[in-house]
Nanobody, 127 residues
Framework: QVQLVESGGGLVQAGDSLRLSCAASGGTFSRNAMGWFRQAPGKEREFVAAITWSGGITYYTDSVKGRFTISRDNARNTAYLQMNSLKPEDTAIYYC????????????????????WGQGTQVTVSS
């Protein structure tokens, strides 16, 4: 059973940066497409970013393009989300998620595509 553990969240001011990490264990990480989602209080979970198993292709929701960067280190079984120029509206619990194989024809922006989920890490951005 694949386990995902996020870290790196915290309380920052608007304009600051954070890097989230997602450490994977119990599976073959290098074969898993990965994604990051977030859920703000009172809102539905939303897609943030995704990356193919090789790291060659990345996807972002429009609101984070140019500010967030998803990456992965298959040798370390870890995925990352570098978040720059943070805004108060980025405040949410951030979850990493993994797909058992590649995205294939699946919708990378839909949570139902993902087979594994971490427990989440809180990111709070003050104005």
């Amino acid at each position: 059973q694949v386990q995902l553990v996020e870290s790196g969240g915290g309380l920052v001011q608007a304009g600051d940066s954070l890097r989230l990490s997602c450490a994977a264990s119990g599976g073959t990480f290098s074969r898993n497409a990965m994604g990051w989602f977030r859920q703000a209080p009172g809102k539905e979970r939303e897609f943030v970013a995704a990356i193919t198993w090789s790291g060659g292709i990345t996807y972002y929701t429009d609101s984070v393009k140019g500010r967030f960067t998803i990456s992965r280190d298959n040798a370390r079984n870890t995925a990352y989300l570098q978040m720059n120029s943070l805004k108060p509206e980025d405040t949410a619990i951030y979850y990493c998620a993994g797909v058992q194989t590649s995205f294939g024809g699946k919708r990378y922006e839909k949570s139902s595509t993902y087979d594994y989920w971490g427990q989440g890490t809180q990111v709070t951005v003050s104005s």
